[in-house]
């Protein structure tokens, strides 16, 4: 079992995060925290991507002279988290520009208060 | 020659749209807006031309992105139904953003006006990159820059209450992504692919061997979910009545006319595509489909019942309408799924009205959503009574417009495929909601028809008074009635062209 665990360390560890970050966006009040759970989130995921193409023993996809195809790791899912990061970087400054502008219209960053706020200005 | 410049439409229209999203960002307001219309208008050009000769064609094209052929490349696919729906999507979003453009330039900050023309060249290119890509990572990445532009439109009422349904929906759809991200990148561990191709052949081996069956369906789910969510099918559906009720008119219509289309358009092309028919429907997420549609169908139609809010009652409305695609596409078959297309576009060409139309109403009625106040508001702008009620009446399903096609088809698909386990909670279920519709339209448009004495209307004033920014409201409801009454009236070459369009994605 243990073995097993250790084996693919990198998935459980990117399962376990996801749990964590997924709870902490779904569940959390604070916007702030709500944010790091996206990004802890998303970093999971590239762990998670990046474990797929790594092969143990190989070399970074860099051209180097002498090394044939075989001696590289898959480069694909590399690629893909970079995208991955770009996309993740846009959505938490957007995320954060709007807790910017909820904490001076609202003075709080619970966004129960936040409701609660807006119900009483709808009534 | 002619045919091999063509087929290079869709890449130059996904190019010219950021482009443009660039040069709108560092334009003033006026300019911005201008080389924005310019944009919808080449892309809706593009996108009948390509119809066109995809008509003649007659089989699907792919056209390969850079010099690295599949399973390498990046590629864009097309047969008739992604240039058929660009089209339809293209112009329910220049015909939305023309609509509400008086109650956005009254709304938006001065100085921040070119920040809503950027999001709307972003929201083209997502329309077009998630309607003609190939590749499941691209069309990740597309979804992405499609939320952040949404939000962007949302923020353009710059308001409170605004920026905090902007978040909400950030947040519902951040979650989205993510088990979606988590779908594709299973599907990737499972088959080693991103192309769609590669990944359908790959899956279809796997199922028949029955290897990795746990992951395939873990993935087929998650992706499932992810785009659920972002479309806001039942229980997903809470953020809508928020985000709906305070965002602008223009940016509530483009959310419900072509946003929360494109997540439901991608993952249509998935189950064709990536999946194959065959093993999403016996993974069983067919079946959970029909169940949260069906329930969406009633649970939205209850929900618009209750609320004292005029904008809201709209926005849960359209959770029922998104219950009703994903019923029809829980169905199956080839008429189930031509029934969920026609019901997509029919929401998509009547549910912008209705918001556009609502928000002159309440600019009447001392800008309150309330119905105590709406009373009369169709005496006072007529136009915007007529526009409403014409939005109602499709909603509602009376013959002559889009709506009844749709309640037809879906009642027909129920009732060919599979009799007796779909067909009769089908058939309930479109009977109910169809009260429950005309229960709340009904509702809505007798109180705007019945007469005010605090806010009589003004005898004098003509009915079709363009002034202020009206010219182009009434040019967005009348194209918006016209296109209604012709997918009413004319649904059979629409139809046919669904279902050749299926076709050539390969059911």
């Known amino acids: ?123 | 020659m002619i045919s091999s410049f063509v087929v290079n439409f869709p890449l130059f229209c996904i190019v010219a749209s950021l482009l443009c999203a660039v040069v709108c960002s560092v334009l003033v307001s006026h300019a911005a807006e201008k080389v924005c219309w310019g944009l919808l208008m080449a892309v809706l050009a593009a996108n009948i031309t390509l119809l066109v000769y995809q008509i003649q064609n007659g089989e699907s094209v792919t056209f390969m992105m850079g010099h690295f052929p599949a399973p390498w490349g990046n590629e864009l696919r097309f047969g008739i139904l992604e240039p058929m729906i660009a089209i339809l999507l293209g112009l329910v979003l220049l015909l939305t953003a023309i609509g509400g453009r008086m109650h956005y330039f009254a709304q938006a900050q001065t100085g921040h006006r070119s920040v809503y023309f950027t999001m709307l060249c972003l929201l083209q290119a997502s329309t077009m990159a998630m309607l003609f890509t190939n590749d499941i990572f691209t069309g990740y990445v597309f979804i992405e820059i499609a939320t952040i532009a949404t939000c962007g439109v949302l923020v353009s009422r710059n308001t409170p209450g605004s920026i905090a349904a902007a978040m909400r929906y950030m947040i519902f759809s951040q979650i989205g992504s993510g088990l979606f991200l988590l779908g594709v990148i299973l599907l990737y561990g499972i088959t080693g692919h991103l192309l769609l191709p590669n990944i359908c052949a790959a899956v279809q081996q796997l199922w028949a061997t029955g290897e990795y069956h746990l992951p395939l369906t873990a993935a087929i789910s998650l992706i499932t979910v992810g785009l659920a969510i972002k479309s806001g099918l039942f229980p997903f559906h809470f953020w809508m009545a928020d985000t709906y009720g305070s965002a602008s008119p223009g940016a509530a219509g483009v959310m419900s006319g072509v946003v929360s289309k494109l997540y439901i358009l991608f993952l249509l092309k998935l189950i064709f595509c990536a999946f194959g028919t065959e093993v999403y429907y016996d993974s069983g997420a067919q079946n959970v489909m029909f169940v949260f549609g069906a329930a969406g169908a009633l649970v939205g139609s209850v929900s618009a019942i209750h609320q004292r809010d005029i904008n809201r009652m709209t926005a849960y409305s359209s959770a029922s309408q998104i219950g009703y695609i994903y019923m029809a596409l829980g169905i199956g078959g080839q008429a189930g799924v031509i029934a969920a297309l026609f019901q997509l576009i029919a929401h998509a060409i009547t549910k912008p009205p209705l918001f556009l139309s609502l928000a002159r109403l309440r600019d009447v009625s001392g800008n309150s959503p309330y119905f105590a106040d709406l009373q009369g508001a169709a005496h006072r702008d007529r136009l915007a009574g007529i526009s409403f009620t014409l939005g109602a009446m499709s909603m509602v399903g009376l013959p002559t417009m889009a709506g009844f096609i749709v309640k037809l088809q879906i009642a027909s698909a129920a009732v060919s495929t599979d009799i007796g386990l779909k067909a009769i909670p089908t058939l309930i279920v479109l009977a109910l909601s169809t009260v429950l519709n005309t229960v709340y339209f009904l509702r809505t448009v007798l109180r705007i028809y019945t007469p005010s004495e605090t806010h009589p209307a003004d005898p004098k004033a003509p009915w079709w008074s363009p002034k202020g920014g009206r010219v182009s409201a009434t040019l967005a409801y009348a194209a918006f009635a016209a296109m209604n009454f012709g997918f009413g009236l004319f649904s059979q070459p629409v139809l046919a062209l669904l279902e050749r369009g299926i076709g050539m994605l390969g059911f």
């Open chain 1, 1 to 123: 079992m243990l073995d097993q665990i250790l084996a693919c360390l990198p998935e459980v560890v990117a399962v376990l995060l996801y749990a964590i970050g997924f709870m902490l966006l779904l569940l959390h009040k604070n916007l702030i925290k709500k944010i790091i759970g996206l990004n802890i989130m998303d970093t999971s995921m590239y762990l998670f991507l990046a474990s797929m193409g790594y092969i143990q023993g190989n070399i970074a996809p860099i051209l180097t002279e002498g090394a044939t195809v075989a001696d590289y790791i898959n480069p694909i899912p590399s690629g893909l988290v970079l995208t991955g990061i770009v996309v993740s970087v846009s959505t938490t400054a957007l995320m954060l520009a709007l807790v910017i502008r909820l904490y001076r219209a609202y003075h709080t960053l619970n966004l129960d208060e936040i409701y609660i706020e807006i119900q009483r200005g709808r009534r």
